[in-house]
């Protein structure tokens, strides 16, 4: 079974910054790609960015382009996402996700804490 795990997650006010990360470990798996998505009562599950394991070819949201930036640890199996400018609409509940081929994330963290004060 492979497991990941989020970490980073936080309080900060608003134009701050988080950098979260996410470590993937357990039965080897092929790693075709890596995510990032949200999550608020208000809402449902959002995308934020994600990144081809294989080109390094990132991803992002209309809501987080040129504030977020992801990147990767391949040795690690890691994803990282560094926040920038933080709004308070940025707060949720931020799941890391793993996709083992195209199309299909099947592994899933618990989930980390943003809260952006205003």
């Known amino acids: 079974q492979m497991h990941v795990v989020e970490t980073g997650g936080g309080l900060v006010q608003a134009g701050g910054s988080l950098r979260l990360s996410c470590a993937a470990s357990?039965?080897?798996?092929?790693?075709?790609?890596m995510g990032w998505f949200r999550q608020t009562p208000e809402k449902d599950r959002e995308f934020v960015s994600a990144?081809?394991?294989?080109?390094?070819?990132?991803y992002y949201s209309d809501a987080v382009r040129g504030r977020f930036t992801i990147s990767r640890d391949v040795a690690e199996n890691t994803v990282y996402l560094q926040m920038n400018s933080l709004k308070p609409d940025d707060t949720a509940v931020y799941y890391c996700a793993l996709a083992s081929s195209i199309g299909r994330y099947d592994y899933w963290g618990q989930g980390t804490q943003v809260t952006v004060s205003s």
């Open positions: 357990g039965r080897t798996v092929s790693i075709f790609a």
């Open positions: 990144i081809n394991w294989g080109s390094d070819i990132t």
